[in-house]
């Protein structure tokens, strides 16, 4: 296991322009930010905007903490349906899967839901309202995402402290952690992404630091100098955070040093977040910030 500390942040974003300064073996990138960008329709009001993800043909999916949780717009912004009133207590995480199907967890009802890019229920994982330990159960579950092969990883989250694996069928194969700072423990696993190399990269919010395993839960690196709410990956491979208690996110390099920041101030102007939560990189590189404070998706879009 490997054990590093993140390196000084030195990139700002300043009233829409890009500062930029090299650490480590990364390129920083160049992003403009872009606010109101989704044309939110009247009889939907905002709660705190946890998670966004974007599909195949670049429609942008918002899950915030309100009624019509599940909302869909078109890449130029444009309205196109929501759903999920029904169903969702609370909703934490979103993804989307290569076959553009969407993924919710719920922290209020423990489940996490599957449903097809029109909002069709497809399949739920875990027992309603009931928190628990088992294999088929979640407390308060905080994100998922996919193997290279469509397998599950669940952040278990809030009231557990583990991973939880299954196949792309939902059946149960393994998991791993528990409560405490300890190497593999969590305290609050609040995000996951899987890298190029198959990894399974935990962001680890409450004892600030990322963990990263292999796919069987072997512990393999641990980042630390952060407060990782959200992660995402671009096509790259190049990993970004949402630390939400800095009000910042930030640009890694592949070995977990800080290459540059956007943001410091929390605040509703361009470039500035308010508790950035989850994130997303579309395939053309630009990055969404889902921001619970600000109530809002923000999208920085890559300069080439």
């Given at each position: ?54 599909n195949s043909r670049g429609q942008v999916f918002m899950l915030h ?240």
């Open positions: 296991m490997q054990m590093r500390s993140a390196g000084v942040v030195t990139g700002i974003l300043l009233s829409g322009s890009v500062f930029c300064a090299s650490v480590g073996a990364a390129d920083p990138i160049r992003f403009e930010p872009q606010i109101d960008l989704l044309q939110v329709p009247g009889h939907i009001v905002l709660g705190g905007v946890s998670a966004v993800a974007v903490r309100a009624e019509h949780p599940v909302v869909c717009f078109e890449a130029d912004g444009k309205y196109v349906r929501s759903w999920g009133s029904d169903l969702i207590g609370s909703g934490h995480g979103l993804r989307i899967d290569r076959d553009d199907n969407v993924w919710v967890t719920d922290t209020d009802r423990h489940l996490v839901f599957k449903f097809d890019p029109h909002g069709d229920l497809l399949m739920t994982l875990g027992e309603p309202n009931q928190p628990g330990l088992g294999q088929q159960q979640f407390n308060k579950p905080t994100d998922v995402n996919f193997g290279p092969e469509g397998e599950l990883y669940v952040t278990d989250g809030y009231g557990n402290s583990r991973v939880v694996k299954f196949t792309s069928k939902g059946e149960f194969v393994t998991t791993w952690g528990d409560a405490g700072s300890g190497p593999g423990q969590f305290n609050s696993p609040h995000a996951v992404v899987i890298d190029p190399q198959g990894r399974v990269v935990i962001a680890d919010r409450d004892n600030n630091r990322i963990q990263i395993f292999d796919p069987s839960g072997k512990l393999l690196e641990t980042w630390t100098g952060f407060t990782p709410f959200g992660v995402a990956l671009d096509a790259d491979g190049v990993m970004f955070v949402a630390d939400g208690k800095a009000q910042k996110i930030l640009q890694l390099d592949e070995a977990g040093h800080v290459v540059q920041s956007w943001g410091g101030e929390r605040g509703t102007a361009a470039g500035e977040f308010s508790t950035p939560h989850m994130l997303e990189a579309d395939r053309q590189g630009n990055l969404y910030a889902a921001e619970v404070g600000g109530k809002r998706v923000q999208k920085l879009v890559r300069q080439q």
